[in-house]
Each structure stands twice: as structure tokens, then as C-alpha cells.
């Protein structure tokens, strides 16, 4: 759930930047000036979903994509908040795709206007509840088509990239229909809940492949190669280094509880974030989406129950508190401040057994 809002929170810091940088190749790069109408709105959203099917087809067979589509991936369950796992890195790779668009010779406009459309459909094709759909099934993606995509059966693997319109994947062969009842999630299970290891596990793998590929070629190859191509073994030595293991630990209930109204915390926060946003100034903006990225971190790591955890609790007091004094500076004391921060470092080793003692019952 943690990755759907993290994507939410930097949808909201990142739309309309896109917008201008497809404005500015418009203006400086476009080789025809297309008018709307309705042939063209058509042709738009035509190459719109041309350009997907190859942006995502890419997005699993070069590791460079796959590193940051994965996380699309992850999940074993189905259902619309899988559409929402998106990364920021993804939506950078994707406007390399979408970037041909003004080159052609479309708008900013007309560009923002298809992508928010092409957006909404994923919302309708991850879903368990709805069957095939008779003569639909011929031209749309539908739920069942997707489902298939996102399974890890043998004869499911590597299908149905298409987004909206089903025949790309007919045309390049990439078709599979939806016979037997599909598992989800990646064939490779990941060994942790973690916030960071769900978005890095695979740019790790491949840094690691790198260092011990011979030669430039070899190298090469774990970059710009096949996902399948890298040594399975290399997740399992980076797993042992990095995570500790799902069924390791029980969790107790008592930092259950603290993981649990955190993350409502964000939840209300994130709300509140995207209503008043726009009267919020850029420092306030950043601070308060740092802030709810570190409590996704946080909750992440209670749950693996992780030493370094009151580092992070520290730097979250510390940003809450850079707001409180940034938006408030008449209220604080400059003197009781600095005694309070000097109070901190100095027990700091103290104040971080205790913490851990508290709520993982560490002696
Ligand atoms: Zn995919
Ligand atoms: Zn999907």
C-alpha cells in the first residue's frame, strides 16, 4: 500500500513539469503543427498507445527498465491499487516515450489531455471482479487480458503490454488469453516489506551483476540485457546482506499499533497535503513530502524491525520541527531551541536504547 501513496504524493510535485518539457520540444522541435480534431484527437491517442505498448515491452526486456518498472510488479495481490504503483523513475523513463509526441507535431495541451485519459485506464483493467467481456475482448485491453500480464504462470509470462487498445500485443505477438486461473506477483518472490528494497532490490542486482560480469560486452549486457539474464543467485547474496527475512521475527502488537496509526497519520497528512497544496510555498511543499516519505521508510523498517529506525525518527522530528519553526519563528525561543538540540546529541545513544527498547522490547 506504501508505494501506491508515495506515487500519489509525487504526482502531485510532478504534474505539469512534464507539461513543459513537452511544451518547450513543441515549440523548439516540432516537426508539423497538428490542429485538434477529431481525426487527430484519434491519431493522438492511436501513437499514445503505440508508444506505450513499446515503452512497456521495454520496460520488461531491458534491465535498465525493468529496474524501475518492477515495482509495477510486486505485488501478489490484484486489484486497482496495483494500477497506482508507479514510480517517479518510471514516469522520468516514460516521458522519454511520450517525448516523440510534440516532436511529431502535437500540444502540450493536447498531450496533457490524452496522457491523463490513457492514466485513468489502468484503473478499470486491475481488477479480479470482472469476467471476460465478450466482443470487447477483440479490441480493448479488458481486466482478464491484464490479469494475464501480471502473472507469474509460465505461459503467462512476458504478455499483454498493451494499455488501452489489445491489438499491438496481436500484431507483435506478444497475445496470450486468459485460460487457466493466474498467480500474481513476481516469479521471484521478494524476501522483505521494505519501502526501499521494493523500489532498489533491482538496481542493486545489477550493479552487482556488473561487478562481476568479465569483460565490457558482459557489462554491458547487464544494463541494456534481459531481466532473466542475471544470476538469480545475486538477489539471494543482497538479501542477506540487506533485509532481514520476512517469517524471521514476529511482530509484536505493540509496534503494530504504532505502524498502524502512522500510517493513518499519512493518510489524513497526504489528504490534507494535495487539498492545500497550492497555497503552499516550494520549501513548505518539499519538507511536508519528505516528511511523509520518511514515515513510509519508517513503517517499513518497524516491521523488519530494523536498528537504525531511530535515526530516521530523529530526522523526522527534525523536519516537523524545521516547518513548526519556519511557519511559526515568533513562537520559539531561540535560546531553549539550541539547549534542546545540544540536549538531544549529547543522549542520543541513551534516548536511541530506550526508543528501541520501547517499542521492539530490546534489552
Ligand atoms: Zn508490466
Ligand atoms: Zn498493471
Sequence with gaps: MSVGIAERLLDGLTLGLFYFVYDYLYKHFAFFHIQPSVLSWIGLLLITDFLWYWYHRFGHEVNLLWSVHVVHHQSEEFNFTVSARITLFQAVARTFFWSLLPIVGFSAEMITTILLIH???????????????????????????????????????????????????????????????????????????????????????????????????????????????????YRRVLE???????????????????????????????FGFLLIEE?????????????ILVSLVNCGAILEQRRWIFYLEYSRCFLTFF????????????????????LITVYFKTLNRQYLRLIYGFQ
Design 279 to 291: 497555497q503552499m510555498d516550494l520549501i513548505s511543499q518539499i519538507s511536508i513530502a519528505l516528511i
Design 119 to 233: 492514466g485513468l485506464y489502468p484503473f478499470f483493467t486491475h481488477t479480479r471482479t470482472v469476467g471476460k467481456l465478450g466482443f470487447l475482448e477483440y479490441i480493448f485491453v479488458t481486466p482478464s487480458h491484464h490479469r494475464v500480464h501480471h502473472a507469474s504462470n509460465e505461459q503467462y509470462l512476458d504478455k499483454n503490454y498493451s494499455d488501452v487498445f489489445i491489438f499491438w500485443d496481436k500484431i507483435f505477438g506478444t497475445f496470450a488469453e486468459e485460460n487457466e486461473e493466474p498467480t500474481y506477483g513476481l516469479t521471484k518472490p521478494l524476501d522483505s516489506n521494505s519501502f526501499l528494497w521494493q523500489h532498489f532490490h533491482f538496481m542493486l542486482e545489477m550493479a552487482y551483476a556488473f561487478k562481476y560480469a568479465e569483460g565490457w560486452r558482459k557489462k554491458l549486457k547487464t544494463i541494456f540485457g534481459r531481466p532473466d539474464n542475471i544470476n538469480p543467485t
Design 323 to 342: 516547518i513548526a519553526y519556519y511557519h511559526f519563528k515568533e513562537f520559539f525561543n531561540p535560546y531553549i531551541i539550541s539547549a534542546l538540540a545540544v
Design 240 to 270: 542477506q546482506k540487506f533485509v532481514i527475512h520476512k517469517t524471521n521475527k514476529v511482530p509484536s502488537t505493540r509496534f503494530r499499533n504504532y505502524v498502524v496509526i502512522q500510517m493513518v497519520l499519512v493518510l489524513v497528512g497526504l
